[in-house]
């Protein structure tokens, strides 16, 4: 039915869609896809409003760019958000104008037309309206008359950007499950800003992002965590509730550029660690260490800037507060799988500072803490605390470099 | 067989019937008052006293049909300007076709050339410019026309104050002009605008329901099949050849491209299918009226119709937008 194929789309000299394919056959397809992604500048590929640079768009195997305006909209329409007038027409004139492209310039609407119109209305819940002028009713039933209009002019393809867009819970659902019926008969492509309410009415998906597709198929294959995450650049839990995809948004995920890492680390636990830090190219600090350890050795050697307290003593305030100085200044914290005894209880305290002030904090858990806590359960406490509060277990090492990487892609 | 063919029907051959009525009996209004059973003898068989025969063929019945033919021209052109800028405070001087033929007509009075040529040249010229001014890529921009209209307008409303600074005793002749009137019509007048303002309201008629579709937005239009760059091209050129045929032959009449498509708005609705002819009849038979009064109210002097029109269209519009009454005719 509707076959859009490599196309290219540019506004001026930026392009906005890139190779973008597309096919519908039948049923509701959803295109999703965050600001400015093209979902809205697809749709008007597809309406002849815009068109593509390069790729060709079919109509039942005819190029929609070649076609009459007149003979496209006896089969495709669209339903647009900006439709508005100051003129007060009645809603039965509005849905007639759906007539429009299978009439003569001369010819008047007969009563063909205006069963059709009927049935338009009443299949919309609008011929109760009929009467009343296109300025005096609410914002839903407008959206339901301005569909009846689309329905009246007999589409075999209809498309629709944000269908529910300024409406209300209840109106939302009622459109869409009007729209979720018409997709028995004809091919429904429509934008969504509703992740939940795409996944919930859709058959098929299309994601967006940054003007070229990123994921096609069916909700549950286009609706994973990885896809939105990467997309929406946000957190987002995606739970099958009942046969139903929901999606749960959790916080922002900030991207940073390859910026500081402030490692708490000691007893050579972090050599590995702080090589491949520094290796990737980020700005790497290292405290609280005592001198002449192997990590505060590892440290010298990659020229890290080192909170250093004297061979085999307890750490002091001062290189405490310091610490937490440094802490303040990097993006991210990782605290070793290293062993804690009296003298750097500081460091855990440090840490559970960094995730009270928001920083981001991972914690490698290569072995248990009670066999490395030697403090008698002081350790262990504030380590549980740590963990409850939020910060990111890992394994190893491997898996903090591939955390920040995602991040900073 | 459908009702609305019916309603729009009697509303069309009603108000034929009324400018019919109209053009005659006006006739007999004038500084010499002529009894109606002799403007009909003139019309039928053209037989009657001489004086009166003259006053009638050679005076009143051209300035009758001009004034028709100038109230037609600037409703319509009125009608498809609100449709067009989808905005009702349009009127058919806002691409600056009066002030462009108001610099024509100055130059004119001043230079002592043919004014009508000289102001329809006028319009034609500030249209040209404002239309090329806000087209871009093929495509206009109703928001760019509109403002470029303005300063279009404002630029030759300057250029006409200072020829009117320096037009000493023309003054008077060029403030005339610019209220607007009819007394200067004649059968040449008559035979110049007609076929072109028949015409034009014929074409503009003929895109009347893509201009519905066009009120509920352009992209809307579009995707009903309308080719919406090629009919605000065709709109705009007919209306600005009408209005600038309409000024060169009367002047600058103001307030009936304005008001008449509001107050038949109000009665017939908003479909431009029934609304731009019906604009056409009633800015017909108001303009007759309007000079009517204008050329009797003071006889044997006359007031420039402008003003009447103001003085009275305006508290008849009021009662009509206050009365609540509106589309009568829509509910019935």
């Known amino acids: ?409 | 067989m459908y009702p609305k063919i019916v309603k729009w029907g009697v509303i069309i051959l009603t108000l034929v019937l009324a400018l019919a009525l109209s053009s005659v009996i006006s006739l007999a209004f004038g500084p010499v008052n002529i009894p109606l059973d002799e403007i009909f003898a003139v019309l039928i068989n053209g037989e009657a006293e001489l004086v009166n025969k003259t006053i009638i063929s050679h005076i009143r019945l051209p300035r009758i049909i001009l004034a028709m033919l100038v109230g037609s021209a600037l409703a319509v052109a009125g009608a498809a300007m609100q449709g067009l800028f989808k905005n009702p405070m349009a009127d058919p001087y806002v691409i600056g076709i009066s002030s462009g033929a108001a610099f024509g007509a100055s130059i004119a009075i001043i230079a002592g050339i043919s004014v009508p040529i000289l102001a329809f040249l006028g319009a034609l010229g500030a249209v040209f410019l404002v239309y090329n001014i806000a087209i871009k890529n093929g495509k206009i921009a109703v928001e760019t026309l509109l403002l470029s209209g303005i300063a279009i307008a404002a630029f030759f409303s300057a250029t006409t104050s200072l020829l009117m600074y320096m037009a000493g005793e023309n003054l008077h002749q060029i403030v005339f002009w610019l209220m607007g009137g009819l007394w200067a019509s004649d059968w040449d007048k008559v035979m110049v605008a007609f076929p072109p303002i028949l015409l034009g309201i014929i074409g503009i008629s003929i895109f009347s329901r893509d201009l519905n579709a066009m009120l509920l937005g352009e992209e809307p239009a579009q995707y009903l099949g309308i080719d919406v760059e090629n009919v605000k091209r065709i709109l705009l050129v007919l209306a600005s050849l009408i209005t600038g045929i309409a000024v060169s032959v009367s002047g600058i009449i103001g307030f009936v491209g304005l008001i008449i498509p509001h107050m038949v708005r109000i009665v017939v609705g908003p479909d431009n299918r029934i609304l731009i002819p019906s604009c056409g009849l009633v800015g017909a038979i108001f303009l007759i009226w309007a000079d009517v009064l204008a050329r009797t109210i003071i006889a044997p002097t006359e007031l420039p119709v402008g003003i009447i029109m103001a003085l009275f269209g305006v508290p008849f519009f009021i009662y009509l937008l206050r009365s609540k009454k509106r589309n009568w005719m829509i509910r019935c």
């Not at chain 1, 063909?112 to 049935?119: F, L, N, R």
């Not at chain 1, 009942?242 to 922002?252: A, D, N, T």
């Not at chain 1, 390859?258 to 708490?264: A, L, Y």
């Open chain 1, 1 to 409: 039915m509707l076959d859009v194929k490599d196309i290219d789309v540019f506004y001026g000299d930026r392009k906005v869609l890139e190779r973008i394919c597309l096919s519908a056959e039948s049923g509701l397809k959803g295109i999703i896809g965050p600001n400015g992604s093209g979902k809205t500048t697809l749709l008007k590929s597809i309406s002849r409003v815009l068109k593509p640079k390069s790729g060709i768009i079919l109509l039942n195997g005819k190029d929609v760019y070649e076609l009459k305006a007149k003979d496209i909209a006896k089969d495709m329409t669209v339903v647009s958000q900006d439709t508005s007038t100051k003129f007060d027409f009645t809603v039965r004139d509005v849905v007639l104008m759906g007539r429009a492209p299978h009439l003569g310039r001369f010819e008047m609407e007969k009563r063909e037309d205006m069963e059709i119109a009927e049935k338009a209305m009443k299949l919309t819940k609008t011929w109760h309206l009929a009467d009343r002028t296109i300025t005096e009713i609410s914002g839903g039933e407008k959206q339901r008359v301005i569909i009846a209009k689309a329905l009246a002019q007999e589409p075999k393809v209809l498309l629709l950007d944000e269908p529910t867009s300024h409406l209300d819970i209840n109106y939302q659902i009622e459109i869409l499950d009007l729209i979720k019926a018409l997709s028995k008969e004809l091919v429904v492509i429509a934008v969504f800003h509703d992740l939940n309410l795409a996944a919930r009415y859709c058959d098929e998906l299309i994601l967006l992002s940054e003007g070229r597709v990123f994921a096609s198929g069916k909700p549950d294959e286009v609706i994973i965590s990885r896809n939105i995450e990467d997309v929406y650049d946000i957190e987002v839990m995606v739970k099958q509730d009942s046969g139903r995809l929901v999606i749960y948004p959790q916080k922002k995920v900030t991207k940073f550029k390859k910026g500081r890492i402030h490692v708490v680390c000691g007893g050579g636990t972090a050599t590995l660690l702080m090589n491949s830090l520094v290796n990737h190219g980020y700005t790497v600090t290292a405290g609280v260490l005592n001198r002449n350890d192997s990590d505060w050795d590892t440290g010298k050697m990659l020229g890290i800037e080192v909170v250093e307290e004297k061979p085999f003593s307890t750490i002091s305030e001062k290189k405490h507060l310091q610490n937490l100085e440094f802490i303040k200044q990097a993006e991210f914290v990782v605290m070793t799988d290293m062993p804690f005894g009296n003298g750097n209880l500081h460091n855990l305290e440090a840490v559970m500072e960094a995730i009270n002030s928001g920083i981001l904090v991972a914690v490698i858990e290569g072995s248990d803490i009670k066999e490395r806590d030697f403090t008698g359960g002081k350790a262990t406490d504030l380590y549980a605390l740590i963990k409850a509060e939020g910060s990111t277990s890992v394994r190893n090492y491997l898996e903090i470099i591939e955390m920040l990487e995602k991040k900073c892609g």
